[in-house]
């Protein structure tokens, strides 16, 4: 079993309130429960998206790796800064941006920025806020793990890529 552990941290003197990281720990209990399931294993390793009318496997900047591969690496919680086995060691620190940003990583920097305006955001969506955030810290933290997506905005409605692809996947089985 693949177990998420979040790590909160201090950013320039913003912390997470006690009621953000209460929220933020439900939703990793909740990530832990579907990425465990079968039905996770299935679409990750059945992914497949359609661009225009044909259907194609595999996902994009995926590191040469099998849907296989990136499977077993995204359930092993190894990421180049914690070898850590079967755990998703995720380090969050607070950030405002007022801009569309839901969040973000730095190349080299073990932490996800979370914007706290998209975190109170879902904090008050009660129907999207769970699902949404939880697309979100998996999105992030495989860029972590090394994986990347294009930053070529035009590019956006083409990005299978592996963070937008199991982000997605989880954002979607937690909706229900």
Known sequence: MTTVELHFFENKNLL??????????E???KIQLQINSDEFRT??????????????????????????????????????????DKVLNIHIKPYIKKIKVHATT??????????TLYLDYC????????????????????HIMGFSH????????????????IGNIIKKLIAG
């Open 150 to 165: 294009y930053t070529n905005k035009a590019k956006k409605k083409d990005m299978p890529t592996v963070p937008w692809g």
């Open 123 to 142: 904090m008050k969506n009660t129907k999207t806020g769970n699902s949404k955030m939880a697309g979100t810290l998996i999105h992030e933290y495989i």
């Open 106 to 115: 730095y190349k080299n920097v073990r932490s996800v920025f979370l914007n």
């Open 16 to 25: 997470f309130s006690e009621p953000q990281k209460s929220f933020l720990n």
């Open 43 to 84: 679409k990750v390793l059945n992914f497949k998206y359609k661009k225009g009318r044909h259907y194609h496997q595999d996902f994009k900047l995926n590191k040469g790796k099998t849907r296989n591969q990136i499977f077993d690496i995204f359930m092993s919680g190894k990421d180049p800064y914690d070898d850590t």
């Open 27 to 29: 939703i990793s209990k």
